[in-house]
């Protein structure tokens, strides 16, 4: 069964850092791209970054370019977002998403969720 | 970047009713086009991949079609489980990802 569980949210004030971690399992983590989603409050889904399967193409959303930065941790069945001069405009759940490229540096959809992780800006 | 746009934002239907749903990209995407259901408090579920493939598991009362710059998400007969909200996913533009702005499809 494929799992991904999120972790590392929190209250944070303005300007401060923030690093996020999502375990997965049940697949071969290695072999597949995947991707941060997040929702703020009461709005809809904004795709915030990916990562390909050896980390050959990385993506970022404009409002966060500069700020944030994907990785991973093939070894450790680990994605990572390091959120850096944090906004409040920035508070929202944050999903690991895992896309059904294998092999391949394009991207395609998001098959499996995590649960998402709250993080909340506000001094 | 590309955008897309969902039309309407919000919907009111009837079990048993037949919806559609428009997505439409501000250029051609091919048929890099997805859709999601995403209900009060859980993570989106993929619906239709590729436009027009309905996912595994997926009940065949929904169907997706269009290439290009438009699309359509059509649910045949409404049941009361599928009132939520939908969005849909363009994948052309790799590496960038945009959804529309979501469809809130609720009951009258």
């Known amino acids: 069964e494929v799992q991904l569980v999120e972790s590392g949210g929190g209250l944070v004030q303005p300007g401060r850092s923030l690093r996020l971690s999502c375990a997965a399992s049940?697949?071969?983590?290695?072999?597949?791209?995947m991707h941060w989603v997040r929702q703020a409050p009461g709005k809809g889904l904004e795709w915030v970054s990916g990562i390909s399967w050896d980390s050959g193409s990385i993506g970022y959303a404009d409002s966060v370019k500069g700020r944030f930065t994907i990785s991973r941790d093939n070894a450790k069945n680990s994605l990572f977002l390091q959120m850096n001069s944090l906004r409040a405009e920035d508070t929202a759940l944050y999903f690991c998403a895992k896309d059904t490229v294998a092999g391949s540096r394009s991207w395609n959809y998001f098959d499996y969720w995590g649960q998402g992780i709250l993080v909340t800006v506000s001094s | 970047d590309i955008q897309m746009t969902q039309s309407p934002s919000s919907l009111s239907a009837s079990v048993g009713d037949r919806v559609t749903i428009t997505c439409r990209a501000s250029q051609s995407i091919s048929s890099y086009l997805n859709w999601y259901q995403q209900k009060p408090g859980k993570a989106p579920k993929v619906l239709i991949y590729a436009a027009s493939n309905l996912r595994s598991g997926v009940p065949s009362r929904f169907s997706g079609s269009g290439s290009g710059t438009d699309f359509t998400l059509t649910v045949s007969s409404l049941q009361r489980e599928d009132f939520a909200t939908y969005y849909c996913q363009q994948s052309y533009n790799t590496p960038s990802i945009t959804f529309g702005q979501g469809t809130r499809l609720e009951i009258k």
């Open positions: 049940g697949f071969t983590f290695d072999d597949f791209a």
